[in-house]
C-alpha cells in the first residue's frame, strides 16, 4: 500500500509541485543573498599574476625555454587517481575540451579532473535512481526488462549532462562578454588615446568595466599578466581572443596584432573596430526586434484570438440563443 500511495499520481502531483515552488522561492531568494564577488576575483586574479611572474622568473634562470609557466590548481588525490587509473584524460578529452573549460571560465588542471569524474559519475548516478524509482515506486505491471530499458536510457541521457552544463555555461560567459565588450572598447580608445599603453588601458577598463562584467574584467587582468611575462605580445592577444570565443574580441585582438606588425596607430584601429562594433551590437538589437513578430505569432494564435472571438461572438450567439430559445 506505502508503494502504491507513493506512485499514484496524487503524490507525483504534490512532489512536482514542492519542486516548482522550491525553485521559484529560490529564484527569487537568491539574488537577494548573493554578495558581490568582483573584488575578491580579481584579488585572485593579481595573485595568480604574480605567481604566472615568479614561474617565468624561474624559467628563465634555469634556461628552459621550451617549458610554459602556467597556474596550476591541483585537484584532489583521489579524483586524479581515479582519472589516470582509468586513463580518462585520452578516452574522453583532447585539446578542445580544455579550450571549452577555459572559454567556460575554468583555468588549470582542476576543472579538467572535475570535468572527467563527472562524465563517468553522472551516468552512475542516474543509473542507480533510476533503478531504485523502476523497482520500488514503479507498479509491478510492467515488465522489468522495460525498467531496465528506461533506467539504461536515463544513465546514457547522463553521459551528456557534463557536456550540456559546459555549453551553457559557455554560451552565458560569451553573451556576458559580448554585451559588455562594446563599452570596454570605447573605455580602451579613450586610455589609449589619453597617452597609456595597451597594458595599462587594459587594466583600466577592467578595473571600470567590473561592475557590468565580472568575466570580462577578469580576462582583461589576466592578459595584461600574460602581456607582462610572455616573450611575444601576440600570444596573449591570441590567448585573450581564445578564452571568450566572442567574435567581436577576434577582431580587436587580430587588429591589435596587425597594429604591431606594421607599426601602425593602435589608437586608428581600436577606433575603427569600436564604429564597427557599435555596429554590429546595433544590427544585432535590429534583428531580435525584426525576429519578435514571428515569436509572437503562435502565443497569439493559442491564446489572444480565441479570447477575442469569444468576447465578439458572445452578443451574437446570446441574441441567436434569445430568438431562437
Do not use: H
Not at 147 to 153: D, H, L, M, P, T
Amino acid at each position: 500500500m506505502e508503494f502504491e500511495s507513493i506512485a499514484s499520481r496524487q503524490f507525483i502531483a504534490a512532489a512536482l509541485a514542492m519542486i516548482a515552488v522550491t525553485g521559484t522561492i529560490y529564484s527569487l531568494v537568491m539574488p537577494l543573498l548573493s554578495r558581490d564577488t568582483l573584488k575578491a576575483r580579481m584579488k585572485n586574479v593579481a595573485i595568480e599574476r604574480d605567481k604566472l611572474r615568479a614561474q617565468e622568473r624561474a624559467r628563465l634562470q634555469a634556461n628552459q625555454n621550451n617549458s610554459k609557466a602556467s597556474l596550476r590548481n591541483q585537484p584532489k588525490a583521489q579524483m586524479k587517481s581515479l582519472v589516470d587509473r582509468l586513463n580518462l584524460k585520452e578516452a574522453l578529452s583532447d585539446e578542445s575540451t580544455q579550450l571549452k573549460l577555459r572559454m567556460a571560465g575554468y583555468r588549470g588542471t582542476a576543472p579538467l579532473y572535475y570535468f572527467l569524474t563527472a562524465r563517468i559519475a553522472v551516468p552512475g548516478i542516474l543509473l542507480f535512481v533510476s533503478l531504485f524509482y523502476a523497482f520500488f515506486i514503479l507498479p509491478d505491471t510492467l515488465p522489468v526488462l522495460t525498467k531496465v530499458c528506461i533506467s539504461i536510457a536515463v544513465a546514457g541521457f547522463g553521459t551528456f549532462l557534463p557536456n550540456i552544463y559546459l555549453k551553457n555555461k559557455i554560451d552565458k560567459r560569451k553573451l556576458n562578454i559580448q554585451r559588455a565588450w562594446p563599452d570596454a572598447l570605447d573605455l580602451m580608445l579613450i586610455c589609449v588615446e589619453s597617452g597609456m599603453s595597451i597594458e595599462g588601458a587594459f587594466q583600466r577598463v577592467a578595473e571600470e568595466v567590473g561592475i557590468q562584467s565580472v568575466d570580462l574584467a577578469e580576462e582583461l587582468t589576466l592578459t595584461t599578466a600574460e602581456l607582462s611575462y610572455l616573450s611575444e605580445r601576440r600570444t596573449a592577444y591570441e590567448n585573450l581572443a581564445d578564452r571568450t570565443g566572442v567574435d567581436g574580441v577576434k577582431n580587436v585582438m587580430m587588429a591589435l596584432i596587425q597594429a604591431e606588425r606594421y607599426g601602425t596607430p593602435v589608437g586608428t584601429a581600436l577606433r575603427t573596430m569600436s564604429d564597427d562594433t557599435r555596429a554590429q551590437r546595433m544590427q544585432f538589437a535590429e534583428q531580435k526586434a525584426a525576429s519578435l513578430p514571428p515569436k509572437l505569432t503562435v502565443p497569439m494564435i493559442l491564446f489572444f484570438l480565441p479570447v477575442l472571438f469569444f468576447i465578439i461572438m458572445s452578443p451574437a450567439v446570446m441574441q441567436v440563443m434569445d430568438a431562437f430559445g
